[in-house]
């Protein structure tokens, strides 16, 4: 600054040591701020990944985030735009990429799990290395059968671990239990979430909006769903003792979230829980 | 060897040093300099006089820059599928490219190298060491072009005496690599990832903004006000590992001595100016020399030259040609 202007009120002070000095302290703090910013990604307000549903084939949570190269090339191949990837706000969970179900679900209408292939850390897999552990409930019983290909020489996604389960946790507003049916587009004309209907076009998704249903008791989550066996609607006993429909999860749940995107009622009666394994009852 | 050992040491923190030995050759220029009665004023105003005007290497260089990283976004946006991913990894053309920065981070926060991670980062090694290693800095890293507007702003604030340059002590770039590395390895995450505005610029420019471009308007901020260039000269460890494959590269910056007029035009526009230290007047060991690993290969000294002593060369290009 103008520090030359001014006589030295100390004659013991050397500039250039002062200057030194300071010098020294600013790269520490330096150092402190480019270490410790970061870190905040480890505090709890950070943490808003762990919730987070992830694309199909994700190893388990902490794998994931320390695999995943941030490079997004599995949003660039997904036919629906389901994939997502995160911000700053979820600390290291930045660049990641995620599932909002309720908004665009994976209805896998790219028949081979596209993202998977793109993965270029094995954030993503086929098949998990040898190391790394299964949790029980998370592994598939039997490779799951999509099916849009059932009818193919191969039926299966090659899928040996779900990535979350449906469960229906708002039954009192699920309409199959009210025993009532549906009429219309599943989530009204504004939704802009797309689905691929094998009956309309094999290889080609479209809008929601444009496939609106007409059901005596509904049942569009389970008319929707992608995998073979993964629910059913099933007479069940109410809570009064008598016979009821409602919507049942089965094992081969693979957790791909579009029960929850076409579920008619607000908010969503079934959803899919992010890495909820499957525990036999 | 031992001027790539010192190349490396002085990208690592070391202040550069006066050579202890220098060539005949190198000797003798700097003895007729010395002595020589000749007139330097006019030779100097000559050579300003005939320099070339503009800055052809700037504009190649944008062009490049703002050209492959528009590459990126059309492979999404019009789904043309040149070039698939973000600055982190990449398929060009189907060929895994993986940066060799985070692909580092990933390793060690992993624990577990794929094939595909490997050919990538191998394939952008080979890359980068034949063309220069930094070279990714100045002419891919998006961060780069904006951190120079933000550097014009600087300099002008400082001229006008509205702030002044913070300098720190180089060496803290090593330090925070280390740091980085080692952060990666013992919390399992990829933290640094979390923090690079290469990463954060990259994916903002292909799948939209975010809150993140908050922290790299922060880090420009602190660019503008407080120091140079601070984030790639004393933190940034991308520069850091694309500098150490960049060591033994044979593209390069060449300095000739003997057309030098030691003006120091050139450490004033370098990001890396320690690397010019051998245009000062007597530091140059050698008749013909290049900067050192630390060089991002920007070409703006090669630009601001008024006598053609830097030019952009390929080691033994030249002895084949």
């Known amino acids: 600054m103008n520090t030359e202007k001014q006589k030295p009120t100390h004659p013991l002070v050397n500039k250039r040591k002062l200057e030194d000095r300071r010098r020294f302290l600013r790269t520490m703090f330096l150092a402190g701020t480019a270490i410790g910013i970061p870190l905040l990604g480890l505090t709890p307000m950070a943490r808003g990944w762990e919730s987070r549903m992830r694309p199909p084939g994700a190893l388990d949570e902490k794998d994931f985030l320390s695999s995943c190269i941030k490079c997004g090339q599995c949003v660039q191949v997904c036919p629906v735009q389901a994939i997502k990837l995160d911000d700053i706000s979820h600390g290291f969970g930045i660049g990641v990429p995620y599932i909002d179900s309720r908004k665009q679900a994976c209805d896998f209408s790219c028949d081979a799990v596209q993202c998977i292939l793109a993965c270029p850390t094995g954030a993503l897999t086929y098949h998990k290395p040898s190391f790394l552990e299964v949790r029980p409930g998370a592994k598939m019983a039997q490779p799951p059968v999509l099916l849009a290909k059932e009818n193919d020489p191969e039926p299966t996604l090659n899928l040996a671990e779900r990535t979350g389960l449906a469960v229906l946790v708002r039954p009192e507003t699920c309409l199959a239990r009210q025993g009532k049916g549906f009429k219309g587009q599943a989530r009204g004309a504004e939704f802009k979430g797309n689905m691929r209907f094998s009956k309309v076009d094999r290889w080609k998704p479209i809008p929601l909006k444009d496939h609106p249903f007409d059901v005596e008791v509904c049942d569009l989550c389970v008319r929707t769903c992608p995998i073979k066996g993964a629910i059913s609607l099933d007479n069940i006993a109410g809570k009064d003792g008598k016979m009821i429909k409602s919507p049942v999860v089965h094992e081969p749940c693979v957790g791909c979230g579009v029960c929850e995107m076409v579920c008619p009622t607000e908010p969503a009666s079934i959803v899919v829980e992010a890495r909820k394994t499957w525990e036999a009852a | ?321």
Request: with cysteine; proline share 3%; charged share 20%.
């Open chain 2, 1 to 321: 060897m031992s001027r790539y050992i010192e190349s490396l040491m002085v990208m690592l923190g070391r202040e550069p040093r006066k050579p202890e030995k220098f060539t005949s050759a190198a000797d003798t220029i700097h003895a007729l300099k010395r002595v020589e009665k000749v007139d330097w004023v006019a030779q100097k105003e000559h050579a300003r006089a005939h320099r070339s005007q503009g800055k052809p290497w700037r504009n190649r260089r944008w062009a490049f820059l703002i050209g492959i990283n528009l590459l990126f976004v059309l492979s999404f946006w019009l789904d043309i599928q040149i070039l698939e991913g973000a600055l982190t990894a990449s398929r060009l053309l189907g060929f895994h490219l993986i940066d060799i920065n985070s692909a580092l981070q990933v390793m060690l926060a992993h624990k577990h190298i794929i094939v595909n991670l490997l050919i990538g980062t191998g394939t952008v090694i080979v890359l980068w060491f034949l063309f220069g290693g930094r070279t990714f800095c100045s002419w891919v890293c998006p961060y780069h072009l904006v951190a120079e507007w933000a550097e014009k702003l600087h300099l002008y604030l400082v001229d006008k005496k509205v702030v002044t340059d913070h300098t720190f002590n180089r060496g803290v770039r090593t330090v925070l690599w280390v740091v980085f590395a080692a952060l990666a390895w013992v919390t399992g995450y990829t933290v640094f990832e979390t923090l690079s505005p290469t990463g954060i610029l990259s994916r903002a420019l292909i799948y939209g903004p975010g809150l993140a471009l908050g922290w790299v308007a922060l880090l420009l901020a602190f660019e503008i006000f407080y120091s140079r260039r601070g984030w790639c000269r004393y933190v940034c460890p991308i520069g850091l590992t694309y500098g150490i494959v960049g060591v033994f590269s044979p593209l390069r910056v060449k300095y000739t001595l003997n057309n030098c007029f030691h003006e120091g035009d050139c450490r004033k526009v370098c990001e890396v100016p320690h690397v010019l230290e051998i245009v000062k007047k007597g530091r140059a060991s050698d008749a013909i020399m290049d900067t050192g690993a630390d060089c991002t290969r920007c070409g703006a000294c090669v630009d601001v030259c008024p006598s053609g002593a830097l030019k952009f060369d390929v080691k033994g290009l030249s002895k084949l040609m």
